[in-house]
C-alpha cells in the first residue's frame, strides 16, 4: 500500500505558497495599487507591506506618483490669421487623486495628448504664437489643467517644442526680418552719423571758445603792455621836462624849449620828405630867436 502523506503535505506546501503569494503585496515608494474587491473598487495599497484575501481582493492599476512626461505628436492647428502649422508640445503631470485617474479616464496618456492645444493657438495670431511662447505655454497649462481636474491629473507645465508654419510663411517672415535689420542698420548708422556731427559741432563750439579767450588775453595783455609803455615814456618826459626846468633856471619856462624841440623835429620830418623845396611857416622866425636866447642862456649858465 502506498503513502500519500508526502503527497498531501507537499500539496499543502504548494497551496499555501500560492495563497501567500496571492494575499502579500509589496508597493514600492512612490507608487500606488487600485485593488478591487469582487470587481468594485475597495481600497488604495500605500508604498510598503501589504495583505489582500486571496481570489477575493485583485489589483486593478498600479499608479506612479512621480512627475511624468508625455509628448503631444505635431498637430495641425490654424491660428486666428488663418495660418496652418504644425505644433507639437511636451506635458509634465502629476496624478494626485490615483482612484480618479484610473476609473474616470479609459486610456489618461491618450487623453492628455489631445488637450486644447487648437483651441488655445486658435485664438493668437501667428506672430503673437511665435513671438510669446511663454504666455501661450501658460494659457495651455491652464486650460489643460481645467480640463484634466475631473481626472484626478495635476498639470505642472507644458512646453511648446517645435512651430512650424507653411514654406511661404517661413519664406515671407525670412524677407521681413532680413528687412527689419535692414533698418535697424540704418538707423543705428544715422544715429552715429548724427552723434559724430554733434561732436563735432561741440568740438568746433569749444575750440572757438578757447580762441576767443585765447584773443581776450592777448588783447588784454597788449593793453597792458602799451598801457605801461605809455606810462615809462611819460615818467621819462616828465623826468626830461624836470631837467630842463632845472638847467633854464626859475626866469625861463622849459614849455618854450619844448615847443621848439617838437618844432625842429617837425621841420626835420618836413624836409626829409621834401625833393625840392621846403616852405617855413612864419612863426619859424620866433621860434628861432627863441632858439637862440635858449643858447644864450645856456652859455651864460
Excluded: C
Excluded at 269 to 293: H, T, W
Amino acid at each position: 500500500m502506498i503513502d500519500i502523506t508526502p503527497l498531501v503535505f507537499f500539496g499543502v506546501a504548494i497551496i499555501v505558497v500560492i495563497v501567500l503569494m496571492r494575499t502579500i503585496r509589496i508597493v514600492p515608494q512612490k507608487q500606488v495599487k487600485i485593488i478591487e474587491r469582487l470587481g468594485k473598487y475597495h481600497r488604495t495599497a500605500e508604498a510598503g507591506l501589504n495583505t489582500i484575501v486571496p481570489f477575493l481582493d485583485s489589483v486593478r492599476e498600479t499608479i506612479d506618483l512621480r512627475e511624468q512626461i508625455t509628448k503631444i505628436e505635431p498637430q495641425s492647428v490654424i491660428t486666428r490669421d488663418n495660418v496652418t502649422m504644425e505644433v507639437d508640445a511636451v506635458i509634465y503631470f502629476l496624478i494626485a487623486d490615483p482612484v480618479r485617474a484610473t476609473y474616470e479616464v479609459q486610456n489618461l496618456r491618450w487623453g492628455l495628448e489631445q488637450t486644447a492645444l487648437r483651441n488655445v493657438i486658435g485664438q493668437l495670431d501667428l506672430d503673437h504664437t511665435l513671438a510669446s511662447r511663454d504666455t501661450t505655454n501658460q494659457q495651455l497649462r491652464a486650460a489643460l489643467d481645467t480640463a484634466t481636474q475631473q481626472w484626478g491629473v495635476k498639470v505642472m507645465r507644458i512646453e511648446l517644442k517645435n512651430i512650424t508654419p507653411p514654406e511661404e510663411i517661413r519664406l515671407t517672415m525670412e524677407k521681413q526680418m532680413t528687412a527689419e535689420r535692414t533698418r535697424r542698420a540704418v538707423v543705428t548708422t544715422a544715429e552715429g552719423e548724427k552723434a559724430a556731427a554733434i561732436l563735432r559741432a561741440e568740438g568746433a563750439k569749444q575750440s572757438a571758445i578757447v580762441s576767443a579767450e585765447g584773443a581776450k588775453q592777448s588783447a588784454i595783455l597788449s593793453a597792458e603792455g602799451q598801457a605801461e609803455a605809455r606810462l615809462r615814456v611819460a615818467q621819462a618826459e616828465a623826468q626830461a621836462i624836470q631837467m630842463v626846468a632845472q638847467a633854464l633856471g626859475a626866469k625861463e619856462s622849459p614849455a618854450q624849449y619844448l615847443i621848439a624841440q617838437k618844432y625842429l623835429e617837425s621841420l626835420g620830418s618836413i624836409a626829409a620828405n621834401a625833393q625840392k623845396l621846403v616852405f617855413l611857416p612864419y612863426e619859424a622866425s620866433g621860434v628861432m630867436a627863441s632858439l637862440g636866447g635858449i643858447k644864450e642862456l645856456l652859455q651864460a649858465k
